[in-house]
């Protein structure tokens, strides 16, 4: 009877060790959230505590160089390809191939021609192919099949489900029997309201303070799951926001002949498509025609831009300075905010915040590229990148030093930096432990007593003299 109690103690010890250490991370996980439009500096426009919250426990870049052009689906399809608009083929959210012959439109929804998004392979593809599982609430492309591949899980695309039901999925998808290893998750602001309102309009303080409620929303979710402490939650978005006014427009109409080319896309940088035999005429019509813009031919756009070896890039572009606005003729539909300006303007530049085991804590980093990000991904998913135009090297930094896998190190190490971390994460784990300690101590009192009746004899009499060495040995 006491063997036997013995074998339930031992079982009871071991279980309760391997469950503590379960508790740790095993496959590394991301989450990538982008909030559309998130300026750099909306941080601190209003108090947004939860975005504080990450950047004290985590890392934050503080200037981060997206792409030319600045607008949400070039950006998008770069933070998960690592590669600029003229080599993944999304160069704008409105696009003519004259090779294929086709539009691509955000305006209509008229996105899902996988032709446009083949010239590159996302991240959530090659995770897969590496045998992991992708999750994806509406991000930018995820409902489209590129190369015959979708995401694990997705959600196909509509604005009208809330925030809340997107965590729901995000949450789901990585508690399954299968998890998935990679989740992304997009919501729409604050770019509709930074369009509508202006950035500069006091009204978007409530705006930014939604989005941070947002972020507290997703955080108390992860924890209540028991994912807070295995996840690595990386949080950015895909470009700025500046003021426009009408004040300052450019009206195409008082130049050229409307007749004499297609505007493939319009505002702050205009796609222009001149109909046969009006090239010169169009171009000279344009590029002496307003202080505030820049016209090129696609052979002359500055290098910087990597924005020039792609049909879909047209034979002229014209690029207005930075809050002026290009109008075909003035019924066209203005818009207080706007973006898709010069990527070398602040303005112009996202946030970037990411917390989790892989990540340093309490860091800020002055700059970063936007295209370093999917090699980022990429190390932290353990997957071989695509080629790509980032670099692992320049964002490298933002990683703990010694492994992005970390697992026990985060609770073994303990100075006064991690402290804080160690308290909110090693709950779970104390519990673990002390369960296992209990167990352990009452196994031994036990296998003694056990012991100590079964293998010496006369037990009863000697009994005071030899449980004061085996004590002590
Ligand atoms: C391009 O497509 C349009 C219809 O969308 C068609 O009218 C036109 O003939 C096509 N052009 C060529 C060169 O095939
Ligand atoms: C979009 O989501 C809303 C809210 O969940 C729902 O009522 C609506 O039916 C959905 N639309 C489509 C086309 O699925
Ligand atoms: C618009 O052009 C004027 C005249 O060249 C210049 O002074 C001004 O700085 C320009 N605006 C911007 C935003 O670059
Ligand atoms: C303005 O341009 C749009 C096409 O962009 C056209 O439909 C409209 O008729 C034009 N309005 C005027 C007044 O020329
Ligand atoms: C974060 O780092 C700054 C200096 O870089 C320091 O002043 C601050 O106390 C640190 N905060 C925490 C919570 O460690
Ligand atoms: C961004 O990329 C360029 C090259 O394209 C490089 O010169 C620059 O150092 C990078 N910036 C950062 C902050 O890594
Ligand atoms: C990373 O992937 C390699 C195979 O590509 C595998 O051998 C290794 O165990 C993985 N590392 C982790 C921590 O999952
Ligand atoms: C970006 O990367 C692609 C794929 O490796 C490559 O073909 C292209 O030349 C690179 N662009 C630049 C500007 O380096
Ligand atoms: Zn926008």
């Known amino acids: 009877m006491t063997s036997k109690l013995l074998w339930v103690c031992f079982i009871l010890t071991t279980s309760t060790f391997s469950t503590s250490f379960s508790l740790q991370p095993d496959q590394p996980k991301v989450l990538l959230v982008a909030f559309d439009g998130f300026r750099w500096d909306y941080l601190y426009k209003v108090p947004t505590p939860h975005f504080h919250y990450v950047m004290k426990y985590g890392v934050h870049v503080k200037q981060v160089t997206n792409i030319f052009i600045t607008k949400t689906y070039p950006n998008f399809y770069t933070m998960v390809t690592g590669l600029f608009a003229e080599s993944h083929g999304i160069v704008s959210n409105d696009m003519f191939d004259p090779i294929l012959n086709k539009s691509f439109s955000l305006d209509h929804m008229d996105i899902y021609d996988s ?172 590029v002496h025609a307003h202080p505030n813009l820049t016209v090129f031919k696609k052979e002359e756009i500055p290098e910087r831009w990597h924005y020039r070896y792609n049909n879909r890039i047209q034979p002229i572009i014209a690029v207005a300075d930075e809050g002026w606005y290009i109008f075909q003729n003035k019924s066209d539909n203005f818009l207080l ?30 700059s970063m590229n936007s295209t370093d990000l999917y090699s980022l991904l990429c190390h932290l998913l353990n997957i071989t990148a695509m080629p790509h135009n980032g670099s692992f090297q320049n964002v490298q930094d933002l990683l703990n030093a010694a492994t992005p896998y970390v697992k026990s190190t985060t609770l073994l190490h303990c100075n006064n930096k991690q402290k804080e971390y160690k308290r909110e994460n090693s709950y779970d784990y104390f519990i673990g432990v002390s369960l296992g300690s209990i167990i352990v101590i009452v196994f031994f009192v036990i296998f003694f007593k056990h012991l100590i009746r079964s293998q010496i004899p006369d037990l009863r009499d000697m009994q005071a003299e030899i449980v004061q060495p085996l004590l002590h040995a």
């Open 115 to 286: 032709e446009f998004w083949e010239a590159a392979t996302p991240v959530w593809i090659t995770n897969q192919r590496a045998g992991h599982s992708s999750g994806a609430a509406m991000w930018p492309g995820t409902d489209v099949n590129i190369h015959e591949s979708l995401p694990t899980h997705y959600m196909p695309y509509n604005e009208s489900v809330s925030f809340e039901d997107r965590v729901a999925k995000i949450i789901e998808w990585f508690t399954a029997k299968e998890p998935i290893n990679l989740g992304l998750l997009y919501w729409e602001d604050p770019d509709d309201m930074g369009h509508h309102l202006g950035p500069d309009s006091p009204l978007m303080g409530p705006v930014i303070s939604d989005i941070d409620n947002k972020l507290g929303y997703l955080i108390k979710m992860l924890k209540r799951a028991k994912l807070w402490s295995t996840l690595n939650l990386i949080i950015t978005s895909d470009h700025g926001m500046t003021q426009c006014s009408e004040e300052r427009i450019i009206e195409l109409d008082q130049y050229l002949n409307k007749d004499d080319y297609m505007l493939i896309d319009q505002s702050p940088v205009a796609a222009i498509l001149p109909k046969e035999g009006k090239f010169d005429e169009i171009y000279e019509a344009l």
């Open 337 to 366: 905010g706007n973006h898709g300006y010069d990527n070398a303007l602040p303005e112009m530049h996202p946030i970037f915040l990411a917390r989790g085991p892989a990540f340093r804590r309490n860091f800020t980093k002055d």
